[in-house]
Nanobody
Framework: VQLQASGGGLVQAGDSLRLSCVASGSTLSSAFMTWYRQAPGKSREFLAVIIASGHTNYADSMKGRATISRDSAGNTVYLQMSSLTPTDTAVYYC?????????WGQGTLVTVSS
């Protein structure tokens, strides 16, 4: 499984952003798909998860301003974020758990200016 995250960039505080994660090598329809982020000098932080049934769960920091979703083909997962603040500045990673093995994408940098 290879994961390619994209959609990061420089945005202003208060903006919205949608990140994408495209999988190759395997369909993600049965996988647990998650988004994490890692800010400078901090450990990697869980943000959101979507499972095969479509059930989702979010970290407290994302509740109410993020939506994780996946396309019908099961190969692309999205993280829609709103009301971004400078504290959201981080490298964002997608991850897939397939048959008990966790795979990571390379990350996409989100920078939020004040």
């Amino acid at each position: 499984v290879q994961l390619q995250a994209s959609g990061g960039g420089l945005v202003q505080a208060g903006d919205s952003l949608r990140l994408s994660c495209v999988a190759s090598g395997s369909t993600l329809s049965s996988a647990f798909m998650t988004w994490y982020r890692q800010a400078p000098g901090k450990s990697r932080e869980f943000l959101a998860v979507i499972i095969a049934s479509g059930h989702t769960n979010y970290a407290d920091s994302m509740k109410g301003r993020a939506t994780i979703s996946r396309d019908s083909a099961g190969n692309t997962v999205y993280l829609q974020m709103s009301s971004l603040t400078p504290t959201d500045t981080a490298v964002y990673y997608c991850s897939a758990i397939v048959d008990g093995v966790q795979y990571w994408g390379q990350g996409t940098l989100v920078t939020v200016s004040s």
